[in-house]
């Protein structure tokens, strides 16, 4: 009886060791790149704990990184090609939940757009998808570089129209920079 319970808790140990490392590999498999990026980031930052990673593409593309100093104050990293491009404490900012309120009551920044997208109606997020802050790199060519504090909040979802796209709102002051909305498929 003793060595059925054995053979028993070893094929269950087995099983979910096999689990664990196919969700692991599943997982990176996803973020392909992930992992070099966030052990540049752990070697070469304040960075001492990671919370999450996630691909970034507003402006490159490369990896969100969050995670806690040692301190424990979170920390934003940026990795684009296995190097750290960008780097900010959350506490420089908005708050995600912030950064979604703005841009459920969007304001043009005056002095950063356009003036012929100055002259567009704002559309109102309804629903927030995805939120991710991110950096303005000096070599980007994307539509909101003007931002002062050179760090965005993007946020996809639905508008108030029932069209699905991207708000860019200023990292501290949760003006719109840019608003694009895409055309639904077909």
């Known amino acids: 009886m003793k060595k059925y319970i054995w053979l028993s808790i070893f094929i269950l140990t087995a099983l ?4 664990v490392f196919a969700v692991r590999e599943i997982t990176y498999a996803q973020f392909e790149g992930a992992e070099p990026s966030v052990q540049t980031a752990l070697d070469t930052t304040v960075l001492q704990k990671v919370t999450a990673v996630e691909p970034y593409t507003g402006g490159m593309d490369g990896f969100f990184i969050s995670g806690k100093d040692e301190l424990g104050r979170a920390v ?13 404490y959350a506490n420089q900012g908005l708050t995600k939940e ?14 950063l757009v356009r ?20 950096p303005v ?3 980007a060519k994307t539509e909101f570089s003007s931002a002062p504090s050179k760090f ?32 639904e498929p077909k």
Not at 76 to 88: G, L, S
Not at 168 to 180: A, H, P, R, T
């Open 98 to 111: 912030k950064a979604i309120a703005a841009a459920k009551k969007p304001v043009w920044s005056k002095s």
């Open 115 to 134: 003036k012929e997208i100055a002259e567009a109606k704002l559309q109102p997020l309804t629903e927030v998808v995805h939120a991710t802050p991110g």
């Open 76 to 88: 934003y990293i940026w990795t684009q090609d296995e190097k750290v491009v960008a780097t900010a």
């Open 152 to 183: 965005v909040w993007e946020l996809y979802g639905k508008f108030a129209n029932g069209e699905s796209g991207y708000t860019y709102v200023d990292f501290k002051s949760g003006e719109v920079l840019w608003q694009i909305q895409l055309p």
């Open 16 to 19: 979910i060791g096999g689990a």
């Open 137 to 139: 790199l000096p070599k």
